[in-house]
């Protein structure tokens, strides 16, 4: 069991708009999203010693640093493998604080995800050098399998035989995350809400995906800071428990297409590694959370992430899903700000602010009393997750 | 799977070729192996006989670092699927299928599945796979039904 239970909150949030089209550098929008989360917290960016980010952001701490002023950092962390290092930077950070190595410490992401180069368009490795990451796309790449919703449409078509999930419970996923997007004025479709005949009806992407079981593409950035509690209690920011947080691989690994595993029909054993590491670390069990942000950059892997953190039997999912169950006022409400195809995709960090809302009571879509929320990260690659509390 | 290695006919409606795998000393086999001799070959243990796939240089069964490629028998049956509409990126056309495909010998592989229109594709369905060229410098393995027309 980890023994940083409690050790460490977030204590202030902060973010630019979240649009298709910033207008300026990823870096500002990072200084930007950094100055935002230092006032809430009520910390003078000055004093900000430590720094976190991951492997696809474009901006080095020491840049967002020299626009913050920071005298000095003690504790820079580059956390990998993109979006599921999203709850990861958070780990990082208290991990930090918790130990002393750094007294304040930012996490960050910025991108211009949607003006500048878009997810998802197809990938290539033209021109890198043939080092093991370029290699492992030798094994997709040629055969036309270049894309994030091909990648986890392979998983979905499985999952669906497997389990007899359909399209439309995919779809219901999407109608959830649309329905709270429409009371949100921060996401991109606020005021659009989606039924599920919208969904059916939307164009195929990669069959068994629609295009409404596909993120957003979005330019914003989102940052955090992180202390200890003791520090906190002098700031006027409202600082919200980190009650755990965990990374996790799970054997023969792959990012995104862990295909080759023996055992061949789970789609996301290391977000069970995650689940199983903040549960033991707690003690919390799945009917004590409140709230979650299940990270949906496609529909599908929601399904099975209710599967690996318990909230369900295996396969069961597409039950637990129905009759309004994750919509606000169901037994478990998620991606109550819109989730990353109803407010914005920022690489799971804006699903973290959310979960930080929901603790301080000021979601526009505010599950009551909510105590314990839980926070996933990206879903087919190596993840990581966090339970925040409000005490 | 080593007696065909046939020519896919070029299109006139598009010169793009398919994109490049990087190749590097731990997978060149696995292309040499198809653009020099028609065979898909699949990086087997040589201290445990493990098959692994994708290659990696140590045996994840007993930490072996000698390994040799192994011709597989081009028989096999579809894993999954997807049916791909955008983007699509030339040579590539709307509506074509990647699979992961279960190996007899029991791995699976990522390649094209042509032969058999949407509606007839079926998880479970076996599979024949052969090396075909794609180009001058790329041959790759395709599936295609057992036993049907292709």
């Known amino acids: 069991m980890s023994n940083l239970l409690n050790k460490a909150v977030i204590v202030g949030i902060g973010a630019t708009e979240f649009s298709k089209n910033s207008g300026r550098s990823e870096l500002q929008l990072a200084q930007e999203a950094a100055l935002a989360a230092c006032r809430d917290a009520g910390v003078n960016p000055q004093d900000v010693d430590g720094m976190v980010t991951y492997s696809m952001d474009t901006n080095p701490a020491i840049e967002v640093a020299r626009g913050l002023g920071c005298k000095e950092l003690n504790f820079f962390s580059h956390v990998d493998y993109g979006g599921g290092a999203a709850a990861g930077t958070i780990l990082h950070a208290a991990m930090a604080v918790a130990t002393g190595v750094a007294k304040t410490v930012v996490c960050y992401r910025a991108f211009n995800e949607r003006s500048g180069a878009r997810f998802g368009q197809a990938m290539s490795t033209a021109g890198m050098a043939p080092d093991a990451r370029a ?153 004590d959370i409140d709230t979650a942000v299940l990270y949906d950059h496609f529909t599908p892997f929601v399904l099975a992430q209710l599967e690996e953190f318990g909230f369900c039997g295996r396969g069961e999912a ?30 799971g960090m804006n699903g973290i602010a959310e979960g930080v809302r929901q603790l301080r009571g000021t979601a526009v879509n505010q599950v009551e009393n909510a105590r314990n929320v839980l926070v996933t990260a990206g879903t087919g690659v190596p993840t990581s997750a966090l339970i925040l509390g409000n005490d | 799977m080593s007696e065909t290695l046939t020519e896919t006919p070029a299109t006139a409606k598009s010169q793009a070729l398919r994109p490049r795998p990087a190749i590097n000393l731990d997978n060149a086999f696995f292309f040499e192996s198809l653009n020099e001799r028609g065979e898909l070959s699949i990086q087997h243990c040589d201290d445990c006989n493990e098959l692994r796939h994708p290659p990696v240089p140590m045996c994840p069964e007993c930490n072996s670092l000698h390994w040799s490629p192994k011709t597989m028998s081009g028989r096999g049956i579809l894993h999954s699927y997807v049916v791909m509409y955008h983007p699509i990126v030339p040579p590539f056309e709307p509506g074509y299928i990647v699979a992961v495909v279960e190996l007899e010998e029991g791995v699976r592989v990522v390649m094209n599945l042509e032969g058999v229109a949407r509606e007839d594709v079926r998880i479970g369905m076996p599979l024949h796979i052969a090396a075909e060229r794609m180009d001058a410098e790329l041959v790759l393995p395709v599936a295609r039904p057992a036993g049907g027309a292709a």
């Not at chain 1, 009371?183 to 991109?188: E, I, L, R, S």
């Not at chain 1, 957003?216 to 800071?225: I, K, R, T």
């Not at chain 1, 520090?231 to 919200?240: E, F, I, Q």
């Open chain 1, 135 to 287: 290699a492992a796309y030798a094994w997709t790449l040629p055969f036309g399998l270049m894309t994030p919703a091909s990648w986890v449409g392979m998983f979905a078509q499985r999952y669906m035989h497997l389990t007899g999930a359909t399209s439309e419970d995919f779809g219901r996923v999407a109608v959830a995350d649309r329905k709270h997007a429409a009371t949100n004025p921060k996401a991109w479709f606020y005021e659009k809400p989606i039924t599920l005949e919208d969904h059916q009806n939307s164009r195929w992407i990669a069959d068994p995906l629609h295009l409404l079981d596909c993120c957003q593409e979005s330019d914003g950035g989102q940052a955090f800071v992180i202390t200890t509690p003791e520090r906190a209690k002098d700031l006027p920011g409202k600082a919200v428990t980190i009650r755990a947080a965990a990374q996790g691989a799970a054997y023969d690994q792959h990012t995104m297409v862990s295909y080759y595993r023996k055992d061949g029909d789970r789609p996301l054993p290391e977000m069970g590694n995650v689940a199983r590491q903040l549960w033991n670390d707690t003690g919390l069990r799945p009917e």
């Open chain 1, 318 to 347: 597409k039950d637990f899903i129905k009759n309004g169950a994750i919509e606000l006022g169901g037994r478990l409400p998620i991606n109550t700000n819109g989730g990353q195809l109803g407010e914005a995709y920022i690489h």
